[in-house]
Every structure is written in structure tokens, then in C-alpha cells.
């Protein structure tokens, strides 16, 4: 039982045995439950949080509120600057941090490490924009007129992540909603508020040195009634929620009642089509590394492999021999390919899948089982799975969170693509093909309906500066790169007379 450095770790981030889960700009509080945050690694109680309750939340609103009339007023190059800072404190902390992630969270130190580059990554891709955030401009009809449109801050922004990707999904949207002038409140999931306290002693930090007032970035650790309250305060201006489609159908609605904004990131049901003209050597690597990093807890996971009928002997046979290949263990140790599930009820929910699985009719090529014994003793620990199905059984069409992967055959292209949208979520999929017109085919309006569409890489591992969401149940929310940052903003058209008289619209006559 190695410690990897752990504790070193948690006192450079800042994290003490118990801690108060409420931040805003430096100073702690919090007055509600007690939260004990477990590694799945080990089973350890790495540390305690006291969580926010009704009262902590109203003081961070407030904080919040006041927050946001001054950095609205500081210009978004400005605001780059402090985006740019807190890229650079993350480079110094991105060991430490990428550690807690695996060790908090239960991803590989690999991915741990890869997440917080996601963070340095989405912030230089903020600076750059803090000096854009263009509008257009256009030709107005009536003479001596102007138009254009410009685009301001929306206020306060809420962001809900999940446990998966504990400090990725928030420098996503706190990154690109300061750049616009907005200030961020975040709840962190209630599996991991470890990384979000050590996110936020570093925000703290940037924001502590540049003199930038409390609020700009809060931080509440609570339950689900935080989270309703946030959802339901008008105070809040847009939600920002990664999480299941089932919670995410009440986020959406209720956010909708009261006319705020949201983007929705909730469950993928990802597939590869493996073509006959596929390079098997990639296919493989691509989805196994889909199937089985992060322990199949990524939405972008590859959970359906579509293969076709003239390779699919021997794509089984290859997965069955890789499969065989993976070490499982420590995550934090680099030998390991899969860490453990998050917890035991993701354990219970990998069974349950495995046995609905087996009454539907599905037939296991590689086994699945929880590990036990030395160095499992979390309990958290399974055997990546692979079995042999047909796409329309219930538990295919329903996002498992956990590395079992559902493999079946296709005749024809047109065939694999229906299968492939035939499913309720529409985050990723993908393609291995070297056949061009395949490929095209896939990405056309009569291929693949997802929001990412792949051709020759797997459904995981976006890069941040595309667009990252998707259709159908996924909730249709977009993410991180290209023009998303106009979700934070509120888009404004001004028209500006510089004539002595006034002439109507639509050339109507109005005389007096
Ligand atoms: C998620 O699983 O919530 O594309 C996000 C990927 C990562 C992000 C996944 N960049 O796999």
C-alpha cells in the first residue's frame, strides 16, 4: 500500500483533514452536513468536508451579485489576464492536482494529469478569445442608420459537475464565462469536493493577487437541495449541468419555467463502426482505450462497437486477446490500464447491467466480475466486459456507466448508421474507415446524428477547442471550444440613427 505521494499532494493543494466546502474569494465557510470524500483507489477517508446549507448558499448569492457589478465593468481583455494567471498557476499545480483527480476520482494518473491539460488548455483558448467575442454588423434599410450587434455578460452562471471529470467541465465554463464578464458559481459533485476545493485555493490565489473582488469564483459543496435551490433562483442566469439524462430532464425543465438558460450535457451511448475497409490495428487500440479508460465513466466512453460482418470474427477475437492484456489496479501506480468504478453503487449498477444483459439474451465473450482480494480492497475494482448483443435490448439503449461493451454485426453501411442513431443519446461516434466515400457518407445529414462524429479516432478524448456536446437525450448543450462562448452572453442589436429625421421600418408613413 503505497501512498504515491498523496499527502504531499493534498497539503500543496491546500486540503486539511476537514474542511469548509463553501468559498467565495478566499474566505471558508459552511454550516450544513458533514461529507466524508472516500478513495475508491484504497477505501481511505482521504478527508471531511462541512457542506453549504440554505443560509451559506443565500451569502454566496450575495457575494456573487455584488461580485458581478464590478467585473462587469472590467474590460474582456482584462478579464483574460486573470484567466491567463490562472492557466499559469495550474501548470504549477498540475502534478499535484492530476493526483488528487486519480486518487479522489479513481481515473489513471495519465488521464488525472490529461484532464488538468484540459484546464491549461480551455484557459489559453479564453485569453485569446477575451480580445474577440465579435458581433457582426449590418446594413441597415433606412439612410444615415447603423446596425451592429454586440453581446454582454449574463450575470451569474451556475455550473453542476459531475464526478467523472472533476475539474475539466468547470474550467470549461468558468474559463470562457469570465472572459465574458461573468461570475461563476460552482457545485461540485458530491464524490469528488476534494478537487473542487483544491480548484478553488487556486482561483483563490489569482484572484487574492490581482486585488479582484470576492464572488467572482464561489464554490458550494452541498447535496441536491443546494442544487435544486440553485436551479430554481432567478438570481442565476444560466446552468451549466453535466450529469444523467434523468436528472438533467428536471435541471432543463425547471431552469425553462423560470425562463433561464442552460446547457445540458447528460448521457452518451457511443459507437464505433468498424467497416470492413477499417485499419484493424487502430480499431482495436481505439476502442479499447474508448471502452475501458476512466473505467468506462466518460460520457464520450465507447459503449457499442458496430462491426462488420466480414471482420467480425476477428475484431472478437483481437478485443478477447486485448482485454486479456489489461491491468487493473491503483491508478495512481502506471503500469495499471483501469482504475476502480467510483464507488459501490456503480459496482452494483455494472452487475445489475451484466445480469439484464444475460436475461436479454446477451452472450459474454469476456467476463465481467467485481476483483477482490490484495490491492481491491475498495471494493470498486471490476473486469472490463465484452458481450455479444443486439442493439435493441433495453440495457443496450441505456448508458451504463461502466466499462461493459456491447458488440454486434452489420451487413450494410446504411444499415450500421441506423443502428448507430437508433439509440435516445447523441453525444459521439465514430468511424474506421480508408474507404472515402464511408466516411462521408457517416458524416453527412444521413449519417451519423450525433454531436461529434469521429472518422478513424475513437468516441473519447475531444480536443477542447471543438464544440463538446450532443443531440437527442444528451441534451443538446454545447461545451468548451469554438463559438460556445456565446452561451454565456446575451446577444444585443443596436441601431443607431445619425440623420436628422426619423424614417420607419418597412418604409412605413407615419405623419403627424
Ligand atoms: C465527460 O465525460 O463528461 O472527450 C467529458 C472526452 C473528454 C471529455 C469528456 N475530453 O472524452
Known amino acids: ?43 481511505k477517508l482521504i ?5 453549504a446549507n440554505s443560509n451559506d448558499y443565500d451569502q454566496v448569492i450575495e457575494k456573487a451579485k455584488k461580485a458581478y457589478l464590478e467585473f462587469r465593468q472590467i474590460p474582456a481583455p482584462k478579464r483574460g489576464e486573470l484567466v491567463r494567471q490562472f492557466g499559469l498557476k495550474l501548470r504549477e499545480y498540475k502534478d499535484d492536482l492530476g493526483k488528487l483527480v486519480s486518487y479522489e476520482m479513481g481515473k489513471s494518473l495519465q488521464e488525472g494529469l490529461g484532464e488538468v491539460q484540459e484546464m491549461i488548455d480551455i484557459c489559453d483558448f479564453a485569453v485569446g478569445l477575451s ?19 454586440q453581446y454582454h455578460p449574463l450575470g451569474i452562471i451556475g455550473i453542476i459537475s459531475a464526478f467523472n471529470f472533476p475539474v475539466a467541465v468547470w474550467s470549461w465554463n468558468t474559463a470562457l464565462a469570465w472572459i465574458c464578464g461573468n461570475v461563476t458559481i460552482w457545485k461540485p459533485s458530491e464524490k469528488t469536493p476534494l478537487c473542487g476545493i483544491a480548484c478553488q485555493n487556486i482561483i483563490n490565489e489569482v484572484l487574492k493577487e490581482n486585488n479582484l ?11 441536491h437541495q443546494i442544487g435544486d435551490k440553485m436551479v430554481n433562483d ?76 466480414n471482420v467480425y470474427d476477428e475484431v472478437k477475437n483481437r478485443l478477447v486477446k486485448a482485454y486479456g492484456q489489461i491491468k487493473i489496479g491503483n491508478p495512481l501506480d502506471e503500469n495499471n490500464h483501469v482504475g476502480p468504478l ?33 490491492n481491491y480492497e475498495s471494493g470498486c475494482y471490476v473486469k472490463p466486459c465484452i458481450a455479444e448483443v443486439q442493439n435493441s435490448y433495453e440495457i443496450v439503449q441505456h448508458e451504463t456507466f461502466a466499462p461493459i461493451l456491447y458488440i454486434m454485426k452489420y451487413k450494410t453501411l446504411e444499415e450500421a448508421i441506423a443502428m448507430q442513431n437508433d439509440v435516445p443519446q447523441g453525444l459521439s461516434s465514430a468511424i474506421m474507415t ?22 478513424n479516432i475513437g468516441t473519447s478524448g475531444a480536443e477542447i477547442g471543438g464544440a463538446f456536446g450532443g443531440e437527442k437525450e444528451t441534451g443538446g448543450g454545447r461545451e468548451s471550444g469554438s463559438d460556445v462562448w456565446k452561451y454565456y452572453m446575451r446577444r444585443q442589436t443596436n441601431t443607431i440613427n445619425y440623420t436628422d429625421s426619423l424614417p420607419l ?5 407615419f405623419d403627424l
Open 234 to 309: 432567478k438570481n442565476v442566469a444560466l446552468i451549466s449541468f453535466t450529469g444523467s439524462t434523468k436528472v438533467g430532464r428536471i435541471v432543463g425543465t425547471n431552469v425553462a419555467q423560470r425562463f433561464g438558460k442552460s446547457i445540458l450535457e447528460l448521457g452518451g451511448n457511443n459507437a464505433i463502426i468498424i467497416t470492413e475497409n477499417a485499419d484493424l490495428d487502430m480499431s482495436i487500440i481505439g476502442a479499447v482505450f474508448g471502452a475501458v479508460g476512466t473505467a468506462g465513466q466518460r460520457c464520450t466512453s465507447t459503449r457499442r462497437l458496430i462491426i462488420h460482418e
Open 47 to 51: 478527508a471531511k468536508v462541512i457542506t
Open 342 to 374: 467510483i464507488d459501490k453503487d456503480a459496482v452494483k449498477q455494472y452487475q445489475d447491467s451484466i445480469e439484464k444483459c444475460k436475461k436479454e439474451g446477451g452472450k459474454f465473450v469476456v467476463e465481467g466480475s467485481v476483483l477482490e482480494g490484495e
Open 505 to 509: 421600418a418597412q418604409g412605413i408613413k
Open 434 to 455: 480508408t474507404d472515402m466515400r464511408q466516411a462521408e457518407l457517416f458524416l453527412s445529414q444521413n449519417g451519423s446524428d450525433c454531436g461529434i462524429a469521429n472518422v
Open 131 to 149: 480580445r474577440q467575442l465579435h458581433g457582426y454588423t449590418m446594413h441597415s434599410e433606412r439612410p444615415g442608420h447603423r446596425m451592429y450587434e
Open 1 to 43: 500500500n503505497q501512498d504515491f505521494g498523496i499527502e504531499k499532494s493534498l497539503s500543496n493543494l491546500g486540503i486539511a483533514k476537514e474542511n469548509k466546502g463553501v468559498s467565495s474569494g478566499g474566505n471558508y465557510f459552511a454550516n450544513g452536513d458533514l461529507l466524508e470524500s472516500y478513495s475508491p483507489t484504497d477505501g
Open 213 to 223: 473582488p470576492e464572488g467572482i469564483s464561489t464554490m458550494i459543496v452541498g447535496d
